[in-house]
């Protein structure tokens, strides 16, 4: 797992240095999740929480592997317990997508702060979503 953490870390470096030097990939990387056929929210994620960090943050292998357990399950799943460095981060990066019109399904996050968990497992023990949310979800691809 570290292996792979690193070389996630390492493509994490690289498009860091490409968002600080290079202004004009910053629009391409970014229009390009417009209009991408790929998994289009985890990418979108990935780019928009990349793009957002402090450039002066040092990474580590314990974060790319949080981006990572980060971004998968608000791209798939409803909802979402984070810590709350990657709540922050999260909204931050949810509202950014919304800033430059690409609107997406995230799930719902909490976070431990304010009563985040109590109201998380009051949100599982509602579980099922509505019948329409179930559809829309599985229209996206989503995990439920």
């Not at 470096?13 to 056929?37: G, I, M, W």
């Not at 981060?89 to 976070?111: P, V, W």
């Not at 968990?117 to 439920?144: C, D, H, Q, Y």
């Amino acid at each position: 797992i570290d292996e792979m953490a690193q070389r996630f870390l390492n493509g994490i470096a690289e498009l860091r240095n490409r968002f600080a030097a290079e202004p004009d990939f910053v629009k391409l990387a970014l229009e390009n999740v417009k209009v991408s056929t790929l998994p289009r929210i985890t990418q979108a994620l990935l780019r928009a929480l990349i793009y957002r960090l402090d450039p002066k943050m040092t990474l580590d292998v314990n974060d790319a592997l949080d981006i990572a357990h980060c971004i998968v399950p608000a791209a798939y799943a409803d909802f979402v317990l984070l810590d709350r460095r990657w709540y922050v981060r999260l909204k931050d990066a949810e509202g950014f997508l919304r800033s430059i019109d690409i609107e997406t399904r995230i799930a719902e996050q909490y976070t431990q702060r304010d009563g985040g968990v109590l109201n998380f497992l009051e949100r599982l023990e509602a579980w099922p979503p509505k019948p329409e949310a179930r559809t829309r979800s599985a229209m996206l691809g989503g995990i439920t």
